[in-house]
Every structure is written in C-alpha cells, then in structure tokens.
C-alpha cells in the first residue's frame, strides 16, 4: 500500500509532532504543581532525559505516547499500513531505549514511572493521578 500523502506534505505532517510540552505533559506537570510537588524538566544529564524529574522523591516520570512506545494492548497503538516493516522497527527501537534506559536510572537509585496518553483521557486520569501520588509516597 502507497501513502496516501505526497512526501512533502507527509514531511510536513511529521514535521509537526512534538517531542516535548505535549498535552499530557502539560497536564501531568499542572496536575503536580497544583498538588504542590516541585519538579525540573527534560534532565539531559539522566538517562532517556525524562520528562519530569522529582529530586526530592528520588522519581522520574515519562509521559508516553501509546503509539510512539508502542504501548502493548492499547488501542492508540495502531502500526501504520503503509511501510509496515519500517514502522515496526522504528517502534520496536524505541521501546528497547526505553527499556534500557529504565535500567539504567533503576540502577542509579531512581524510581521510574510511566504515564501512558491513554491513562490520561477524562474516563481515566483521575484514578491515574491517583495512583501517581501513591506511588510518589511510596
């Protein structure tokens, strides 16, 4: 199956999706401020640059995309039908990057959690929030 995009307007399309201040970032970094929790951003200095970073609770958290990580069982996570092949990997290596950089920050004394979009959507994101604060307390 072609793309049904010319490549400039595919380009421009890809172009346009943002690898920081996203959405559910921006509403778990409110979510946190507003409860208090002080955090740094995007620490180049650790391992996969998390998205927030809670010094004070030995805590890093990401905000992943469910299609971007390949989030198992979701139903955001769809593999294009168009370069089907070169999706898979590409997904595939970014999940391995993660994983290795959890290791890492595991190893270096630092609690990992992930958000996934989908946990943040209206239906779920008060449980998620929920189980965010208690895993930062923990």
Not at 32 to 57: I, S
Not at 65 to 77: R, T
Not at 112 to 128: D, F, G, H, S, Y
């Amino acid at each position: 199956m072609t793309d049904v995009h010319e490549p400039d307007v595919r380009s421009y399309n890809m172009s346009q999706i943002k690898g920081k201040d996203t959405k559910p970032e921006i509403l778990v970094r409110k979510y946190l401020f507003k409860k208090g929790y002080r955090y740094r951003l995007y620490d180049k200095r650790l391992p996969g640059k998390p998205d927030l970073v809670l010094p004070r609770y030995r805590s890093v958290i990401f905000v992943h995309g469910c299609f971007w990580h390949a989030h198992d069982g979701c139903k955001y996570y769809v593999i294009p039908k168009t370069r089907t092949k070169w999706w898979i990997d590409k997904l595939e290596n970014n999940r391995k990057r993660d994983e290795l950089a959890f290791k890492q920050l595991q190893n270096l004394g630092w609690k990992v959690i992930v958000l996934w979009e989908c946990e943040l959507k209206p239906e779920r994101i008060n449980n998620t929030f929920d189980n965010l604060i208690k895993e930062l307390n923990a």
